[in-house]
């Protein structure tokens, strides 16, 4: 059966001389792997690249087992390549993209995510880390671990004019009053308000927001403290690209 599709390379493994197998984004069937036979020299190579969104036909041949027949690429990025931060930042999205997005279900959602960061990372126009934290929360979003932005999880309070402080382990916010003895995240207004737009936006109107630099760094903190307490996994791209920033 042939499968026709797009979606992004997140990953590439090399096999023998021309060889690879790529992991890859679809909007068909969300996070993939194929073989892609003489890929790393042959016609296919750019769109069989990292981060490469390509136009592929597939080969089903059993169960979740992929073969590439034809690549065309759509878009290359190369200016990701420009600078090595936000190269690093983009090969963590793609790592984020292989621990969170669905496999063998649509991804429509994701994958448009995923294109518009890259975009918005060649561009070079917003600031970086709003794209960091973006993705990240609409990812856990998207996965189902969407953070507890309504409210105090305790007394309901809608926490419009309360000092606020987030659970980075449960995703839940309290205000001053319900939070006790934990040690918790502050959290004010600004940054709250940030999140639930991240969170419910429509999804191309998510990036339109801006921060005072204090909000930003606390909204960047709590974006990732939350997604490593939920993945419970160590990022290599992450570690690399905090050491170039």
Known sequence: MTILTDGIIINEKPL????????????????????????????????TGLLAYSDLSLASTRGDSYVLKDAVPKQIFFRLREDLTVLSLAQYFAELTYELCPREDRADEELSLILNALHLLCEGKKDISIIKSVTELRLLTLAG???????????????????????????????????????????????????????????????????????????????????????RKKFKTLDFYKKMM
Request: a neutral charge; charged letters at 25%.
């Open 16 to 47: 023998k001389d021309k060889d690879k197998i790529i992991t890859v984004l679809t909007r068909e069937r969300g996070v993939i792997s194929i073989f892609a036979n003489g890929a790393k020299v042959g016609k296919h190579s750019s769109a």
């Open 145 to 231: 671990y969407m953070p507890a932005v309504e409210c105090c999880c305790e007394c309901g309070c809608d926490l419009e004019d309360e000092t606020l402080f987030f659970d980075v382990f449960t995703g839940e916010l309290f205000c001053e009053k319900c939070k006790g003895s934990r040690k918790l995240f502050p959290c004010s207004v600004g940054v709250l308000t940030a999140m639930r737009y991240i969170c419910l936006a429509p999804a191309n109107k998510i990036f339109s927001f801006s921060l005072s630099p204090d909000g930003l760094s606390a909204l960047s903190e709590i974006s990732e403290r939350y997604l490593k307490s939920i993945t």
